[in-house]
């Protein structure tokens, strides 16, 4: 059968064919701690409908598409006024967490070049815990990354990022929260610092800017990570995450105008039409924003409050559940909704086989530097509901939990050439997959064993493995 379809199909048998091929997907069931951020069934409606709506608008001209300026320029002050933005604070709708924090780094490159010709070698301060979107972002756009060490509550050490601060740091970079453990960096000391050292500092608020504020205003003890934090430049907030909103909206906010100039891109040199944008996109989609922008309006403050007390509970609920049982280590207090534990003894994959087995959606992490291999749980409004469920199924899968067993010497020296010079060039990548259980882009049922190669493995080898596998996928 030709790919490319010589006559159309029915309206009908796409669409029956769209919903088969998504019969495996993950659902807003209240079964997966991880990806799927949902505030329930009217709020997803209602996204809908105005994303269909946008769905025309392209933001790539706000000339020709004047609804792309109301949309953005209505988003934007919404957030501003969240992050308690000054006067003169600026921001761009961007299509996720990785975008904003891209042009984040680009802006920050940008007007050190203009402005601090001291700067040989562009450099960024960053946490070990930091999302590795600024690792792309310093792939990208040739920064170099120094890491920030972290203490024991996995914060970052600013003792650390003042020891390794440099005339060439362009930007240092806080979470507000890390993504694994969901603890706020010292944004308050780390910005001081950079301000001290005449730089920018950057938060990352991208899971934490639409849930901190409400937990603050729901009045729990929450640290400051906003604009009012002085020496903070730049911020990043998805509103696909905790904003409840459809994939592709995020947003970057600027502490002024003049560095939300060096996040532009002018292009007139060519012989088509002069080109501005603000983001890596050139054709923009409104959709995902004017979609955020809805679910806001829809909810207000007081639906915010409401659901981040309700996940801050559940979290709750199950941190003090970790920490009560000898076999299970909590990594860290989280300062949100989200969190990392991990055994004592027991194998830690074989506990994420059992959970997935039992039909929840775990994320089993591989260890990094002082962060030991964990379970990542991220709670949101559904998964919090059914908490009690999710408890009483970890309780069981608990019950003779065995240690850790040695992998398949095979396979651990198949991957040992991933690490070697050339990253295993030559290697077969479908015979690797095969060996590791993993057929047409499927991973076993039980991945314990895969997981438990890839804990021990280098971060380089790991990084292969996926390329590999993610090739195999869309092969
Ligand atoms: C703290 C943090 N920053 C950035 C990102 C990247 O966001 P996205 O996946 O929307 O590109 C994430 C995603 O989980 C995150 O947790």
Redesign the pocket.
Known sequence: MPAFPLKGESRESILASVADARTRDLTADGRAFAFIYDAGKETRELAKEVYAACMPINGLDPTAYPSARTLETGLVRTCLELMRAPEGAVGTATA????S?MLAVKAARDFARKTRPEVTRPKMLLPITA?A?FHKAAHYLDVEVVSVDVDETYRAKVDDARAKMSKDVILVVG?AP??AHGVVDPIAELAALAKEHGTLMHV?A??GGLVLPFLREAGLPTPDFDFTVDGVTSL?M?L??YGFAPKGS?MLLLRDRALRDAQYFACASWTGYTIVNSTTLGSKSLAAAGAALAVIRHLGREGYVALARRMWDATSRLVALVEARPDLRLLARPDMNLFAFTTTEGDLFELSDRLTERGWHVQPTYGFGPSPAHIHLTIDPTNAARVDDFAKDLADCLEGLPRPSAPPPEVVGMLGMLGAEGGGAGLDASMLMASLGITDGVLPARASMIHRILDAAPPEVRERLFVLFIGELFT
């Open positions: 996720g967490g990785t975008e924090v999302h979107c979470s890390s993504y990352d991208c899971v990043s998805d696909h995450k995020s």
